[in-house]
């Protein structure tokens, strides 16, 4: 069983900054598992913001994300991190951690792709 807990989330104005953590427990290797951070927001769906596969070596980012949030882990911890820069308010949502192993070693992008999932916590951004 694992569990994963979201943390950081809060009310920022526009061009602010937040950091979100999620840290993951129970008996399994943290650093074997891809990584994720998820947002939704109201009347739409969940969808990707930032993935982090387990050997560090791939990260995938949204579009509408890249060159603001940065996703990172720090395995020995069993933490993995989103920093969010110049904040705006269509980043308002709930954002989420996922996590999942991958056989493969394939980082999937997809919200089928993650098995374990946080209760998520609350980004407010006003403009």
């Known amino acids: 069983q694992i569990q994963v807990v979201e943390s950081g989330g809060g009310s920022v104005q526009a061009g602010g900054s937040l950091r979100l953590t999620c840290v993951a427990s129970g008996r399994f290797s943290f650093s074997l598992y891809n990584l994720a951070w998820f947002r939704q927001a109201p009347g739409k769906e969940r969808e990707l913001v930032a993935a982090?596969?387990?050997?560090?070596?791939?990260?995938r980012y949204a579009d509408s994300v890249k060159d603001r949030f940065t996703i990172s882990r720090e395995n020995a911890k069993n933490t993995v991190y989103l920093e969010m820069n110049n904040l705006k308010s269509e980043d308002t949502a709930v954002y989420f951690c996922?996590?999942?192993?991958?056989?493969?070693?394939?980082?999937?992008?997809?919200?089928?792709?993650?098995?374990?999932w946080g209760q998520g916590t609350q980004v407010t951004v006003s403009s």
């Open positions: 982090i596969s387990w050997s560090e070596k791939g990260t």
């Open positions: 996922a996590a999942d192993f991958s056989a493969s070693g394939r980082l999937g992008i997809g919200v089928s792709d993650f098995d374990y």
